[in-house]
């Protein structure tokens, strides 16, 4: 496609600390060449981001009337959760996705974008020969064996901040886990890490006796410019591989998939980013087991080395700058066309663009001089009820102990901004008292409510039009729920996604029994409501076919079914159910279509792997702490799974704390309250 006159483009967004966005940002220009003109900031009338934070970073006033074009450099959902992020939203013209991940959940929530796959330098990262004297002087000189079988890890797995704690996202407890079972089962396997900020897993490598070497200098402090390595050495270490490993949970990427691929190396990928879209079936796993199973396999009989071929071709087809110029030529063709041109340099390019709207970090100094008032509108009820009772009244507690002066219910001018609860309060009064004053108001959805219930469609129309009305941010419980709002034709107002959370000092794994496999396993499942959807046919099923002789089953609150060996216990106060959550050993929830379950974070929260039904929020919640099912067969088959992996499971538990959400809660409210 031909551009008839090159755009001029301010090209930014990188984190200035050498990371893969770094290397996007300059692997992008390369690819813009000859297809724009790179200018200044004030010259350009695109501007081109790596990477959406780099806004936060512009003078708003110089974005005005410019086309802006912006890299999905991770998972969407997860950007989705971090309240900044729902402001950069409106303000993007044209989105680039880098996976087709990326690109199914923009779509999924209402939002086009253009697919660019992510590119890598393949002058740098190429095969070397195994007689390269470059491989075995970088071997002799930082003590990498030549034997057993080597397992390569590169990437982080701490923030800078934090180097005692793990990178999440990152997944480097994952690997971990990988590596204790393959240690447990006797294989022979050699970890060689590499990069900056490796200190837990070195910590912990060297806690469970797992071999390793380590390239770089050991310090206890941040080695970000101590440890980073340079691409050429990179690509001589991914050539003394065996095997690279992703164990992430989230990813844009990674570029390590492309780096070792271009390299000719082998490959194994949890399912994230990029991971689908160029490496084949055989080399992606669901759970830490399965990567073991496929790493043992490769051990014995080298079963990896024929996906080696057809990942290097891949890399090179669609992943060099070169392939990223023509997508790139194609998109300025759109939206020179889109702008009919860019002769008018005082055009409007983003006339719905509120630069008021976009806030600066600093809102989070709102009101230090004073209390900031917060009311939570939400129909309380006394414990035993309803999940979105107990994370209401986690809320309240947790902003209290943050100092925020929290009412309930309450119609007063002098409240700095309200938390509607979905429909779940007076509706009529605060409708009355609404006509003549202005509010602000952060509104939590749940549902869709029909899908839940299985009737009460009009109540999903009542918060929909009430999130219209009034709503100057939306928090939505989970991605499903988003994506299913999206489906249903309605558009929440600046949504963010924070899931549930629950008050650690009475949903805590502290005190909770030790798992015995020379005892009966203990299951356990909860609910307060007795619709089927919150699965009674499925435990029914699953007490006619257990094995009883090796497991008891309870059943806490109200369910649809009535049960003959499974232990039926009526609903108890949220102490008195953490005590018997942390007296079992497993959850199993089969609910459907439920949004963000508070009854599987309860568990979760005191150290239950759990089994799950795949399906609604539960994925989003469980991750790698635990196992789905989409059939009644499959229960039995994943709760022998989970019974001999046990401790993995459990290590990899993961929830949210009270605390962040209840932050992330208040910094959208002191923002829209300025």
């Known amino acids: 496609m031909q551009i008839v006159k090159k755009p001029k483009v301010f090209l930014t967004g990188g984190d200035g600390v050498g990371w893969a966005i770094d290397e996007d940002l300059r692997l992008t220009a390369q690819a813009l060449e000859g297809i724009v003109d790179l200018v200044d900031l004030d010259e350009c009338e695109v501007v081109h981001m790596a990477w959406w934070e780099g806004l936060n970073l512009l003078p708003r006033e110089k974005l005005e009337g410019k086309w802006i074009v912006c890299h999905v450099p991770g998972e969407p959902f997860r950007y989705f959760s971090l309240p900044p992020h729902r402001n950069a939203v409106p ?74 704690a793990p990178k999440l996202v990152k997944g480097p407890d994952i690997l971990l886990e990988i590596l204790t079972i393959l240690k447990k089962n006797r294989s022979r396997f050699h970890v060689l890490l590499a990069g900056p900020r490796r200190h837990w897993l070195i910590e912990q490598l060297r806690a469970r006796g797992i071999p390793f070497t380590y390239v770089g200098k050991e310090i206890e402090t941040d080695d970000l410019k101590i440890n980073s390595l340079s691409r050429e050495n990179l690509n001589i270490l991914y050539n003394l591989l065996d095997l690279y490993v992703v164990s992430s949970r989230s990813e844009g990427g990674p570029h390590s998939i492309l780096e070792a691929g271009a390299s000719k190396r082998k490959v194994i990928s949890s399912r994230v980013g990029l991971a689908p879209d ?82 600066s970090k600093k809102v989070e100094t709102l009101k230090t001089d004073s209390k900031f008032t917060i009311c939570l509108w939400h129909s309380f009820y006394k414990p035993p009820y309803g999940g979105g009772n107990q994370f209401m009244m986690a809320l309240k ?4 102990q943050i100092g925020v002066d929290v009412r309930e219910n309450e119609l007063n001018e002098s409240i700095d901004a309200y938390i509607l609860n979905s429909i779940h309060f007076d509706v009529e009064r605060f409708l009355e008292f609404s006509k003549h004053h202005r509010l602000n108001v952060v509104h939590r959805i749940d549902g869709p409510i029909h899908l839940i219930r299985g009737f009460d469609r009009e109540k999903d129309e009542l918060c929909y039009e009430l999130n219209r009305k009034f709503a100057s941010a939306t928090v939505l ?142 994925p989003e919640l469980v991750m790698a ?50």
């Open 91 to 164: 303000v993007i013209s044209t989105w680039i996705s880098r996976n087709s991940q990326a690109k199914r959940q923009l779509e999924s929530v209402g939002i086009k974008s253009e697919m660019v796959p992510y590119a890598i330098d393949t002058t740098v990262f190429k095969p070397l020969s195994s007689k390269d004297p470059l491989l075995e002087k970088f071997r002799m000189d930082h003590g990498i064996p030549s034997k057993p079988y080597l397992i390569g890890s590169f990437q982080r797995d701490t923030e800078g901040l934090d180097l005692s």
């Open 278 to 359: 160029v490496l084949e079936p055989g080399c992606l796993f669901d759970d830490p087991i399965e990567a073991v199973d496929i790493i043992e396999n490769d051990i014995r009989y080298n079963s990896l080395a024929e996906f080696v071929p057809s990942l290097h071709e891949r890399v090179l087809d669609k992943h060099a700058p070169t392939s990223a110029s023509s997508l790139y030529r194609r998109i300025y063709s759109q939206i020179s066309n889109s702008l009919g041109g860019f002769e008018k340099e005082s055009k409007q390019i983003v006339p719905n663009m509120n630069l008021n709207e976009f806030p």
């Open 397 to 400: 507690k947790a902003l209290l």
């Open 477 to 618: 419980q989970s991605a499903w729920t988003y994506q299913h709002i999206v489906g249903m034709g309605y558009k929440p107002v600046k949504p963010v996604i924070i899931h549930n959370a629950v008050d650690n000092d009475i949903f805590h794994p502290q005190g909770r029994i030790s798992f015995d496999r020379n005892r009966k396993i203990r299951l356990i499942s909860t609910s307060w409501s007795n619709n089927r959807r919150k699965g009674g046919p499925v435990y029914k099923w699953i007490e006619e076919n257990l094995a009883w002789d090796r497991f008891e089953y309870t059943f806490v609150g109200n369910v649809s079914e009535k049960f003959e060996l499974i232990k039926h216990v009526p609903p108890v106060p949220s102490e008195e159910l953490a005590d018997m959550l942390r007296n079992h050993d497993i959850y199993i929830t089969a609910s459907k279509n439920d949004p963000c379950s508070n009854a599987l974070i309860e568990a979760l929260s005191c150290g239950l792997p759990a089994l799950y039904y795949k399906d609604g929020g539960h």
């Open 625 to 674: 702490g635990g196992l789905p099912f989409r059939t009644e067969e499959e229960v039995l088959e994943q709760l022998d799974k989970m019974e001999n992996n046990y401790e993995t499971f459990q290590n990899l538990i993961t929830v949210s704390k009270l605390d962040d959400v209840a932050a992330k809660y208040l910094s959208i409210a002191r923002e829209i309250a300025s």
